[in-house]
């Protein structure tokens, strides 16, 4: 399968913890973005990093990649109970031409208990 | 600007039939992509569409089909439906110069 994983599973934290979502993918890339999913809903874009980056940060939102490793990470900071969600890495990999197609992770559910 | 439209939100249909669904991109975008979302397989690229042509196609049967009109409105027709086509169907509006996909609410389709 082409799909990336994601690491943990399921993580739940208190309000306020900081919180680690990793993923890991298998072709090269140009560009990796993050997406929130509430309870079945459409997803929500929440930072794009390209393959030239190394982090990347948006509010309390910090991200790594790591190329060499084929591996990124995202960091929710002071987390929030409104931050209860599943999160998904989505690959572009390298293609001729433009192409759209994202490969998903498998997903990090988190939940943040007030 | 408006967001990424999905007509119908939910739909229930029996083995056998065909169904039609919409999605209406962002103003200015000219690509539509669309996915499929299952407790077992996950996210999965159907195809994308640029331009009113299919530009890139995932791995699924030929039932799966879809067309973009030339106001970017793309519809995604599955027919014959099976029980395993259950799934959320969201599709993903971008930027031609732009990487950002901006997804719809989605599509929950039963199948029964």
């Not at chain 2, 067309?67 to 799934?87: I, P």
């Not at chain 2, 969201?90 to 901006?102: G, K």
């Amino acid at each position: 399968s082409q799909q990336g994983e994601e690491d943990p599973q399921a993580l739940s934290i208190q309000e306020g913890e900081n919180a680690t979502m990793n993923c890991s993918y298998k072709t090269s890339i140009n560009n990796l973005q993050w997406y929130r999913q509430n309870s079945g809903r459409g997803l929500v874009h929440l930072i794009l990093i390209r393959s030239n980056e190394r982090e990347k940060h948006s509010g309390r939102l910090r991200v790594t990649l790591d190329t060499s490793k084929k591996s990124s990470s995202l960091l929710i900071t002071a987390s929030r109970a409104a931050d209860t969600a599943s999160y998904f890495c989505a690959t572009e990999g390298v293609m001729g031409g433009a192409t759209n197609k994202l490969i998903f992770g498998t997903g990090t559910l988190l939940a943040v208990q007030p | 600007k408006a967001g990424v439209t999905q007509t119908p939100r939910y739909l229930i249909k029996t083995r056998g039939q065909q169904v039609t669904l919409s999605c209406s991109p962002i103003s200015g975008h000219r690509s539509v992509s669309w996915y499929q979302q299952t407790p077992g397989q996950g996210l999965q690229f159907l195809f994308e569409y640029f331009s009113e042509t299919q530009r890139n196609k995932g791995n699924f049967p030929g039932r799966f089909s879809g067309r973009q009109f030339s106001n970017s409105r793309s519809e995604m027709n599955v027919s014959t439906l099976e029980l395993g086509d259950s799934a959320l169907y969201l599709c993903a509006s971008n930027h031609e110069f732009t990487d950002t996909q901006y997804f719809g609410p989605g599509t929950r389709l039963t199948v029964l």
